[in-house]
């Protein structure tokens, strides 16, 4: 039997916006230095070290363990590495757990993770809510003894 419409919608289970990112167009990948200016359109998953402003129409990752010094400008940005400079989202901007930001956040929604690091004002252009959240994905794994 198929429920009807209006309730299968709220049964649905809410999802980050990342859950929905398509796959990244372009990767520089661990151990890799990227120094200049970034430019482009797309999903960019850095997992390297980036030296530089970047300007970029899509999603910017930076996965943990990257760096990132420069400005960051993009649709959405996920951090879960270290950055240097100034990020600027036109929607979005998420900070994992792992994250540690220097510099200025401006974008109409924040997501800051507990245990995100971060110095410097934060910006919302149409004074949204900054959330704060802990990650509770994964939390069913065993723990490794202390």
Known sequence: MRLP???????QKRR???D?????TSRIGAG???QGELRGAGNYLVQGE???????EGVVALDAGAYWRGRVTADY???AGKVDGDIVARSKIELRET?????????????????AVYQGTI?????????????RRGQGEPKPPA
Not at 50 to 56: K, L, N, T
Not at 123 to 135: G, I, L, W
Request: a positive charge; charged letters at 25%.
């Open 50 to 56: 980036v030296v530089g402003d970047g300007e970029v």
């Open 32 to 34: 890799l230095l990227f």
């Open 16 to 18: 980050r916006s990342t």
């Open 77 to 79: 940005v996920q951090i």
């Open 5 to 11: 419409k209006f309730i299968e919608n709220r049964r």
């Open 20 to 24: 929905q990112m398509a796959a990244c």
């Open 99 to 115: 994250a540690v930001v220097t510099g200025d956040l401006s974008a109409p929604l924040i997501a800051i993770a507990e245990g």
């Open 123 to 135: 910006n919302r252009p149409r004074k949204t809510q900054v959330t704060r959240y802990r990650e």
